[in-house]
C-alpha cells in the first residue's frame, strides 16, 4: 500500500532542497477537520532553516504536488499546503489490497527474525485466580497476537506461581485436613480452602509454621512423597485452568513457571557474589538498592531458601540464554512496579546488557459494581462465573432481539465471551476501571458485540448478493471505485487505510486499546455508509465497487478482533 505521508515527503524535498526525509514527513498532518484537505504541511515552519518566506515555499511546493495524479486538489493558505486526495486512486489502493489480503489484512513483517517473549497470565497454583491475572490474560493475549500480526517471532510464557513456601503450608493442610475426591472435583477452591485453614489454625498453633518449612525444605531437596503431592496440586489446578484458557480461546507455548527455575538458581546467588552485589542482614542476603532510590532486594532467607525476586532474576537470564529475546515483555499488574524496577537494575548491575530489553507492560485496577457476582466462591473462580453469566444473558439477548443465528450456543458464546474481553481492552491499560454488565453486553454502545453485529451485518450484505457478483467483486484488479465516492464511502476507505498502521502504534505502545477504539471507529462509519447508500443497486459496475468497500470493511473489522482475541461470527 502506498505510504502517503512518504509518498508527500518526496514530492517536497523534490520540491525544495536542503530538508530531509524524515523530518518533512514527520511534519505532514492529518488535519482534523476534512475541509483542511486529507493531509497538511505546516511550510512556515521551515522558514528559518530555508531562509525563505513561508508563502514562497508553499508556492514551491503546492505547485509541485499539484502537478501529480495521486491529488485532486491542492491549497496554499496562509503558508499552510492543504492537499486533497484523488478520491477514486485512493479508494482503489485501499480497498484492493483490503479484499486481496483477507485474513492477513495488516500483517507485516517489521518484526521479522526477532523474538519477542510475552509472559503474560500466570496465576499462582492454590491462590486466588484473581481479576489481576484476568486482566494480564487478556491484554496479554492481545499483545501476544499483535506482535505476532507484525511479524515477530513470538513465545508466550505462563510463569506459574508455582512454587514457594505456600507449598510447604499447603501439604501440612492437606495431610491434616484435606481429602484428595475434594481436590480432584474443584482444585483452585479446595487448595486455596487448605491454605486458608493454615492461616486460620496457626495463628493458636505457631508450631504449623516450622512443620510447613520443614516440609518446604524436604521439597526443595527433592523428598519423592512432597515432589508427588506437589506435582498433583500442580496438574489439577493446572487442568482447571485450562478450563478458563480454552473458554478464552488463550494458549500458551511454555508453562515453565517459577519451579522450573529452581535448580538455576545457585547459579544466580554465585554471580550476585562475584559482582559483590550481595550484603548479608541478619542471616539474610540482599541487593542494597539505595542508591537508585529503592528498598532493598531480598535475594535469600536465613534459611537460605530463594524468593520469588530471585526466580525472576533467574528466569530472565534462562529466556536470555535460551531464546536469546529481542524483548522480554511481562504483562503484570502496576502493584508490582517496583518488584520490576528492582530486578531490571539488579540484572543491570550483573552486566547483562539485554536489561534495557526488558519491558514491564503495568494495568491498573477492575473494581466491581456491587452485585456483579456472587462471592460464594471469592474471587477465586470469578473468571469462569464471568464467563459463564455472560454466555447466558447474551442467549436471552439473542432470543428476545430475535438475533439471526444458526446455532445459538456457539453464538452467545462468541458474543458474550467477546464482549467481557472487549471491555477489558477498551480502555488505556493504565487506567482503573469498573467493570459494568450494562456496558459489557450492550449491542449499541461501542462494544464487541456492536462491531461483531456490524460485521455480522456486512457479512449478510454479501450473502444477499448474487454470489456471483461476490466473486467478481473479489476480482479486485477490475475494480473501478468512480461509483463509490460519497463522503461517507470515502472515510470508511480512510479509516481501512489506517488499520496497518494502528496495529504498529498498538505494538510500539503496547496498547490492545488502539485497536478496540479503531475498530468501534470503522464500525461506526460502515454502519453510517450502510444507512446513507443503497448497495445492491441495479447499476453492476456501481454494485460491485460497493460490495468490495463492504468486504474491505468486514476483513478489517473481522482481524481487528481477531487481534484482541475475539471471533467473528458471521451471523447474528
Ligand atoms: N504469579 C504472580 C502473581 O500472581 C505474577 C507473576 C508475574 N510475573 C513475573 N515474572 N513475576 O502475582
Redesign the pocket.
Known amino acids: 500500500m502506498i505510504n502517503y505521508k512518504k509518498k508527500i515527503a518526496e514530492i517536497i524535498c523534490e520540491a525544495v532542497e536542503g530538508l530531509t526525509l524524515e523530518e518533512v514527513m514527520s511534519m505532514v498532518e492529518v488535519p482534523t477537520d476534512t475541509k483542511m484537505g486529507d493531509y497538511a504541511f505546516p511550510c512556515f515552519k521551515f522558514a528559518k532553516t530555508l531562509r525563505k518566506a513561508p508563502p514562497l515555499i508553499a508556492k514551491d511546493v503546492a505547485g509541485k504536488l499539484e502537478g501529480n495524479e495521486a491529488f485532486a486538489k491542492v491549497e496554499n493558505v496562509n503558508a499552510y499546503v492543504n492537499m486533497f486526495l484523488s478520491r477514486k486512486g485512493f479508494m482503489e489502493e485501499v480497498v484492493k489490497e483490503a479484499v486481496a489480503e483477507g485474513d492477513n489484512y495488516g500483517r507485516s513483517t517489521i518484526g521479522k527474525d526477532k523474538k519477542v517473549i510475552v509472559?503474560f497470565s500466570?496465576?499462582?497454583i492454590a491462590?486466588p485466580f484473581h481479576i489481576?491475572?484476568i486482566r494480564s490474560t487478556v491484554i496479554g493475549n492481545s499483545i501476544y497476537k499483535i506482535y505476532d500480526f507484525l511479524g515477530y517471532d513470538t513465545v508466550r510464557i505462563n510463569?506459574l506461581?508455582d512454587y514457594g513456601t505456600q507449598f510447604g503450608k499447603m501439604i501440612v493442610a492437606y495431610r491434616k485436613w484435606g481429602n484428595k475426591e475434594d481436590v480432584i472435583k474443584s482444585p483452585i477452591k479446595t487448595l486455596l480452602e487448605y491454605y486458608t485453614k493454615f492461616h486460620v489454625e496457626v495463628e493458636t498453633d505457631p508450631t504449623l509454621d516450622d512443620e510447613a518449612r520443614a516440609v518446604f525444605t524436604k521439597l526443595e531437596n527433592g523428598s519423592p512423597e512432597e515432589v508427588e503431592l506437589w506435582q498433583w496440586f500442580r496438574d489439577e489446578s493446572l487442568k482447571e485452568f485450562h478450563r478458563v484458557y480454552d473458554l478464552l480461546g488463550i494458549a500458551f507455548d511454555s508453562y515453565a513457571g517459577e519451579s522450573f527455575y529452581s535448580d538455576k538458581m545457585g547459579r544466580i546467588v554465585d554471580w550476585l557474589k562475584e559482582k559483590k552485589l550481595l550484603l548479608e542482614s541478619e542471616g539474610a542476603q540482599i541487593v542494597d538498592l539505595e542508591e537508585y532510590g529503592m528498598s532493598p532486594a531480598l535475594i535469600t532467607k536465613k534459611d537460605g531458601s530463594t524468593l520469588?525476586i530471585t526466580r525472576?532474576i533467574a528466569?530472565a537470564v534462562y529466556r536470555k540464554e535460551h531464546y536469546n529475546f529481542y524483548k522480554n515483555l511481562?504483562i503484570?499488574a502496576s502493584q508490582?512496579n517496583l518488584?520490576f524496577q528492582q530486578w531490571f537494575k539488579i540484572v543491570e548491575l550483573m552486566g547483562c546488557e539485554w536489561a534495557k530489553d526488558c519491558v514491564h507492560i503495568p494495568f491498573g485496577l477492575v473494581s466491581l459494581e456491587e452485585g456483579t457476582m456472587s462471592t460464594r466462591h471469592g474471587r477465586v473462580v470469578f473468571l469462569e462465573d464471568v464467563l459463564n453469566k455472560a454466555v447466558e444473558q447474551t442467549k436471552e439477548i439473542i432470543k428476545e432481539k430475535n438475533v439471526a443465528t444458526d446455532n445459538i450456543d456457539e453464538t452467545a458464546k462468541m458474543v458474550g465471551i467477546g464482549a467481557v474481553m472487549f471491555q477489558e481492552l477498551s480502555n488505556n491499560r493504565i487506567k482503573d476501571y469498573v467493570f459494568s454488565w450494562e456496558k459489557v453486553l450492550n449491542f449499541e454502545g461501542e462494544t464487541g458485540p456492536y462491531v461483531q453485529y456490524t460485521h455480522a451485518r456486512a457479512a449478510s450484505v454479501l450473502r444477499k448478493a448474487d454470489a456471483e457478483s461476490v466473486e467478481k467483486a473479489k476480482k479486485v484488479p477490475a475494480l473501478d471505485m468512480s461509483h463509490v465516492l460519497s463522503d461517507s464511502a470515502y472515510d470508511l476507505a480512510k479509516l481501512i487505510y489506517e488499520f496497518p498502521q494502528v496495529i504498529a502504534e498498538a505494538g510500539d505502545k503496547y496498547e490492545p486499546s488502539v485497536v478496540t477504539r479503531h475498530i468501534v471507529d470503522i464500525a461506526q462509519s460502515f454502519n453510517r455508509f450502510y444507512h446513507d447508500e443503497y448497495i445492491l443497486v441495479d447499476d453492476e459496475a456501481e454494485k460491485l465497487a460497493k460490495l468490495a468497500l463492504v468486504m474491505a470493511a468486514k476483513n478489517t473489522l473481522k482481524n481487528g478482533l481477531y487481534l484482541l482475541g475475539i471471533r467473528a461470527p458471521e451471523k447474528m
Do not use: F, L, R, T
Request: aromatic share 12%; no cysteine; net charge negative.
Open positions: 509472559e500466570s496465576p499462582n491462590k489481576g491475572h510463569h506461581g520469588y525472576d528466569a511481562y503484570v508490582q518488584h
